[in-house]
């Protein structure tokens, strides 16, 4: 059974979301993202996927009240997102009440204090944030390039501990246009073992039934979901209870 995951970017303690990691294509679908939270719950949802748009800019942690808030106000199982670039950090949203805190940038950028945090809190709480363009990582809320190929650096990190990785190919995200199931495909490929987490182009149902036909861990549904191609009451026979 796939994990499904909801998820709410925020800009400015707003819920929104943009186009290819465009923060020039951004669409605002709620000024209260805790309204958003409390919709997912209610709905039986029990993850969510936060992502602190305005950290991966600032690279720092800058909307941490907006979790404080949705993780005090509901059961949600938060993982965390854009800006963790220091200590202070990841303090601060370990503090705020998220369970897993998401690192792509620092993994790329300051890799050997990545590794002391999967040291320090486990691969449990630690997530990969692999994002992927032409399957080559990009960083810093996509708007940096590398040469680092996605599988070898996926697979470094695996051998240090990761258990978790969430990949998003940056050309599907925001386009509704389906997943990148042979990324997915690949990964899994080279690391059997590591919970993969979608993310990026679902559309639809069946995007999503294919992704658990993969044995894919999770899928990270946005956009879909606030357009109304995905309603949550169809999500609810994916959730466990």
């Known amino acids: 059974m796939i994990e499904i995951i909801p998820a709410i970017d925020m800009i400015d303690g707003k819920c929104v979301r943009l186009t290819q ?15 958003v939270a409390l919709e997912f719950e209610d709905a039986g949802l029990k993850r969510l996927h936060l992502v602190d748009l305005d950290g991966a800019k600032a690279k720092k942690v800058v909307n941490w009240k907006v979790l404080d808030k949705i993780a005090s106000r509901t059961s949600l199982m938060i993982d965390f997102g854009g800006g963790v670039q220091s200590d202070d950090d990841i303090r601060i949203v370990f503090e705020s009440g998220a369970k897993q805190v998401t690192g792509g940038s620092i993994a790329v950028k300051n890799p050997a204090l990545f590794e002391r945090w999967l040291a320090e809190y486990g691969g449990d709480k630690i997530i990969l944030g692999a994002d992927a363009k032409n399957e080559k990582v990009a960083v810093s809320g996509w708007e940096e390039g590398t040469q680092l190929w996605v599988y070898d650096f996926i697979e470094k990190y695996v051998e240090k501990g990761i258990r978790y990785t969430i990949s998003t190919d940056v050309a599907k995200d ?38 658990a036909e993969m044995n894919i861990y999770g899928v990270i549904i946005g956009k879909a979901i606030y357009e109304n191609r995905i309603k949550l009451a169809d999500l609810q026979r994916f959730i466990v209870s």
């Open 21 to 35: 990691g465009d923060y020039g294509k951004k669409t605002i679908y709620n000024e209260n993202p805790l309204e």
């Open 174 to 211: 925001g386009l509704l246009q389906g997943p990148s199931f042979d990324l997915y495909k690949n990964i899994q490929d080279k690391c059997p073992d590591l919970k993969i987490i979608a993310s990026g182009g679902v559309s639809r149902m069946e995007d999503v039934e294919l992704l």
